[in-house]
């Protein structure tokens, strides 16, 4: 029995082998964005997005979304994410895991190269009682 990583490096490399069909595959920047959110937001301990500090010239940035800053140069791909962690959690551990998970989804899903995921952890939740 051959282990999921396994098999979809497989796959992957009986793809890059088949010969595909004239045309380019653009990817929106917004989908990098979302990709990162997602994968982010399944980490066990990641309670949500916190907003990308930058004020006005937040605004007039591409690449941006919810929690999460990218930046583009040619096949490669750097993230920022600003997080909200559940209260209690490892934060080190935690980090490492959305790094790790967050750069291993945008390789797998759209091929680039990602040079860095920094995580910035903007704030802590607390359960509040009713």
Known sequence: MMAK?????????KLKDEPRAPGTTTIAP???????????????GVAGM?????G??????????AGVRIELD???VAVDLY???DYGVEVR????KVQREVARA???????HVTRVDIYIEEIEFEHEA
């Open 5 to 13: 990583g396994k098999t979809k490096s497989a796959e992957i490399e």
């Open 30 to 44: 917004s989908v990098l964005v979302r990709i990162a959110q997602l994968t982010s937001l399944s980490i066990p």
């Open 106 to 112: 945008l390789e797998d899903m759209v091929g680039m």
């Open 93 to 96: 551990k935690v980090s490492r």
């Open 74 to 76: 040619d096949k490669s």
């Open 83 to 85: 997080l909200t962690l």
């Open 56 to 65: 006005v010239n937040r605004l007039f940035r591409r690449g941006g979304g």
């Open 50 to 54: 916190a907003p990308v500090p930058g």
